[in-house]
């Protein structure tokens, strides 16, 4: 076995990393950029300020994007109350907001995430629109016109009951954190209680 060392010249690793994270355009209406870019929208664009610090979501996974399309489509409604479950960031919950929804509340069982998500909030100046909380949402007394999950196969089979329970009469439900051969499984699962009607799967590279 050979082994061989390198001296590398001392930086400020904490600041260099910034570098790598840059503005970027999620669908042709998002675009979504650090805190400390100096990115200027087009007219018919919005940005969405996200300071990724240790929670996931910073817009550029696949699942984030299938939801972020998925509210843009569905928030064309104005006023609609919003439950984002598993809110990392923040991300969606603060889309969200920006998009028209009258009420938005984002919960995670992660203390930074919660951290994270509310600071985010604040750059985004949503803070009206937008609460964060830190537990699950058996918590919760109440439902909502839209639910987004953005978890995993083994988070949303076990949330299944919750997720239904904060969902209003005729409320739309979006489901991701899937590989492409978990959806149909999901799917079924979820069909079969008989509350809900299908409406559509979407797909970015492996993951729907």
């Known amino acids: 076995t050979k082994i061989e060392t390198t001296t590398i010249p001392e930086q400020d690793w904490g600041e260099k990393w910034k570098r790598f994270f840059k503005p970027f355009q999620v669908t042709s209406r998002v675009v979504v950029k650090p805190p400390w870019s100096s990115f200027r929208p087009k007219k018919n664009q919005m940005s969405i300020v996200i300071n990724p610090g240790m929670a996931f979501g910073t817009g550029t996974h696949a699942t984030t994007k299938l939801c972020i399309r998925a509210l843009e489509k569905r928030l064309k409604k104005k006023g609609l109350s919003v439950l984002d479950v598993g809110t990392g960031s923040g991300i969606l919950s603060i889309l969200a907001g920006r998009m028209g929804a009258g009420e938005v509340l984002g919960v995670d069982t992660d203390e930074v ?62 489901l991701s954190g899937l590989l492409e051969r978990e959806g149909d499984r999901l799917r079924q699962y979820y069909m079969e209680t008989g509350h809900l009607r299908w409406a559509q799967s979407t797909r970015e590279g492996e993951w729907v």
């Open 113 to 174: 995430a919660v951290e994270v998500a509310r600071e985010n909030v604040r750059q985004n100046r949503v803070s009206d629109l937008v609460k964060v909380r830190k537990g699950n949402i058996g918590h919760i007394r109440r439902q909502f016109d839209v639910v987004v999950a953005n978890i995993d196969l083994r988070g949303l089979r076990r949330m299944r009951r919750s997720l239904l329970r904060h969902l209003k009469r005729k409320g739309l439900l979006v």
